[in-house]
């Protein structure tokens, strides 16, 4: 069963932080993005293979964002483009900051309970999935 949720953030306000502020708030425990249209003037971006974030000035849309949340974290990658239409993406950080608006429906699962823990083999905060009734997910609906 999935549970539905909407946003909006408004010019100024920061994506990855408004977003794990309102899975707090909304006490989501396994959350997920299901669509975002919007657009931001300054975009920190950690792309693949890179240990920091890169800092983008300028302005983008936001042409796709996904990502898992839970209330230990969050896990998010966006694509933006900039007026050429060039695209590029990665890794969301603290950063991006919205420039228009950023209209974003959430999923919450009310069947699994995502939670975040240090994976020794990756050295990131790695999902882990399990089942509201404690049992541990293999991650597939049923």
């Given at each position: 069963?999935?549970?539905?949720?909407?946003?909006?953030?408004?010019?100024?306000?920061?994506?990855?932080?408004?977003?794990?502020?309102?899975?707090?708030?909304?006490?989501?425990?396994?959350?997920?993005?299901?669509?975002?249209?919007?657009?931001?003037?300054?975009?920190?971006?950690?792309?693949?293979?890179?240990?920091?974030?890169?800092?983008?000035?300028?302005?983008?849309?936001?042409?796709?964002?996904?990502?898992?949340?839970?209330?230990?974290?969050?896990?998010?990658h966006i694509a933006i483009?900039?007026?050429?239409?060039?695209?590029?993406?990665?890794?969301?950080?603290l950063g991006c900051i919205?420039?228009?608006?950023?209209?974003?429906?959430?999923?919450?699962?009310?069947?699994?309970?995502f939670s975040r823990s240090?994976?020794?083999?990756?050295?990131?905060?790695?999902?882990?999935?399990?089942?509201?009734?404690?049992?541990?997910?293999?991650?597939?609906?049923?």
């Amino acid at each position: 069963m999935i549970k539905t949720f909407a946003l909006r953030l408004n010019p100024g306000e920061d994506l990855k932080n408004c977003l794990l502020e309102f899975t707090v708030q909304h006490q989501i425990q396994a959350g997920f993005i299901l669509t975002t249209v919007g657009s931001l003037q300054q975009a920190a971006i950690r792309f693949a293979a890179q240990p920091q974030s890169q800092i983008l000035t300028g302005r983008f849309e936001i042409v796709s964002l996904v990502g898992t949340l839970s209330r230990d974290g969050a896990h998010l990658h966006i694509a933006i483009s900039d007026q050429r239409g060039t695209t590029i993406g990665g890794h969301v950080d603290l950063g991006c900051i919205i420039y228009t608006t950023a209209e974003i429906v959430v999923g919450q699962s009310r069947d699994y309970q995502f939670s975040r823990s240090l994976d020794e083999q990756t050295g990131y905060w790695e999902l882990q999935i399990g089942m509201k009734d404690g049992e541990q997910g293999d991650g597939a609906e049923e």
